[in-house]
């Protein structure tokens, strides 16, 4: 069955920086349309960034919260996925959520990291 394991988060201070991962296993990761979602206290889950297959250019879109700020790869080879977040703001705390869309049409979640930004 398709796992998802979601690691790197933690508390940082305004303006610093952290790595998320996903890790990836039981699914055929390559061919995976993968995401970053995040879900901030009392509020809905958002979509963070997006990344494609290598056959779509591996083509990416951000939230406009987080564009210039955050860059989301992949590792197929490794089966891994990353949020490397920059700049962090207050409003970016939130549970980080590893997303995976399988091209016939399951879809799968990592059970969340948590960021925490402090002033």
């Known amino acids: 069955h398709v796992q998802l394991v979601e690691s790197g988060g933690g508390l940082v201070q305004a303006g610093g920086s952290l790595r998320l991962s996903c890790e990836a296993s039981?699914?055929?990761?390559?061919?995976?349309?993968m995401a970053w979602y995040r879900q901030a206290p009392g509020k809905q889950r958002e979509l963070v960034a997006r990344?494609?297959?290598?056959?779509?250019?591996?083509?990416?879109s951000y939230a406009d919260s987080v564009k210039g700020r955050f860059t989301i790869s992949r590792d197929d080879a490794r089966s891994l996925m990353y949020l490397q977040m920059q700049s962090l703001k207050l409003e970016d705390t939130a549970n980080y959520y590893c997303?995976?869309?399988?091209?016939?049409?399951?879809?799968?979640w990592g059970q969340g990291t948590q960021v925490t930004v402090s002033s």
């Open positions: 990344i494609g297959v290598f056959g779509a250019g591996f083509h990416t």
């Open positions: 039981g699914t055929i990761f390559e061919r995976n349309d």
């Open positions: 997303r995976c869309r399988e091209p016939w049409g399951g879809e799968f």
